[in-house]
T-cell receptor
Framework: DAGVTQSPTHLIKTRGQQVTLRCSPKSGHDTVSWYQQALGQGPQFIFQYYEEEERQRGNFPDRFSGHQFPNYSSELNVNALLLGDSALYLC?????????????FGDGTRLSIL | GENVEQHPSTLSVQEGDSAVIKCTYSDSASNYFPWYKQELGKRPQLIIDIRSNVGEKKDQRIAVTLNKTAKHFSLHITETQPEDSAVYFCAAGSGGGADGLTFGKGTHLIIQP
């Protein structure tokens, strides 16, 4: 039973560029949440996708956007990259139809902005 | 929005002793409180969670307590072992766990041999 998988593992970009990160949820999960974890900090909630729509959003600018596909996988897009966007981007999945289901995290994508 | 405060930022205990990490939250609508353990370079892993309809939950050496009135919850680890060394994060969420989580800044737990 595959857990949450994310790609790529590492990515280096320059300021002003755009990036797309990908996430495949744990088998049986239909909800995907994205988090940004700066070095030495706790994860910060970016947004959550369910039924191919953004269901909930944290305090992030609209440079951060996402998408969910019919197979429940998801993408996180960041435009006009800033140095401050350097962080570990974590994807977490859960099942909306099962009560008491916690969020399970992937290994993350380490994004470095030069 | 929700704000989660976590203390201490670093905790060093002797192997075999107990460790306690404390968190407070601000939003009374929060009803789900998970704890995650993150080892260096690895994903956060859920170690225990509690919902607002209970005051305490135990799983072997780990326990979590919740005081809804004070908006306070704590993680207790007994008989600490070297493999307990990691960064621990508390979090709060609503919707019974279905919603996005607000995390604390983390506690670096160091187990001294």
């Amino acid at each position: 039973d595959a857990g949450v998988t994310q790609s790529p593992t590492h990515l280096i970009k320059t300021r002003g560029q755009q990036v797309t990160l990908r996430c495949s949820p744990k088998s049986g999960h239909d909800t995907v949440s994205w988090y940004q974890q700066a070095l030495g900090q706790g994860p910060q909630f970016i947004f959550q996708y369910y039924e191919e729509e953004e269901r909930q959003r944290g305090n992030f600018p609209d440079r951060f956007s996402g998408h969910q596909f019919p197979n429940y996988s998801s993408e996180l897009n960041v435009n006009a990259l800033l140095l401050g966007d350097s962080a570990l981007y974590l994807c977490a999945s859960s099942n909306s139809g099962t009560s008491n289901q916690p969020q399970h995290f992937g290994d993350g994508t380490r994004l470095s902005i030069l | 929005g929700e704000n989660v405060e976590q203390h201490p930022s670093t905790l060093s205990v002797q192997e075999g002793d107990s460790a306690v990490i404390k968190c407070t939250y601000s939003d009374s609508a929060s009803n789900y409180f998970p704890w995650y353990k993150q080892e260096l370079g690895k994903r956060p892993q859920l170690i225990i969670d509690i919902r607002s309809n209970v005051g305490e939950k135990k799983d072997q050496r780990i326990a979590v307590t919740l005081n809804k009135t004070a908006k306070h919850f704590s993680l207790h680890i007994t008989e600490t072992q070297p493999e307990d060394s990691a960064v621990y994060f508390c979090a709060a969420g609503s919707g019974g766990g279905a919603d996005g989580l607000t995390f604390g800044k983390g506690t670096h737990l160091i187990i001294q041999p």
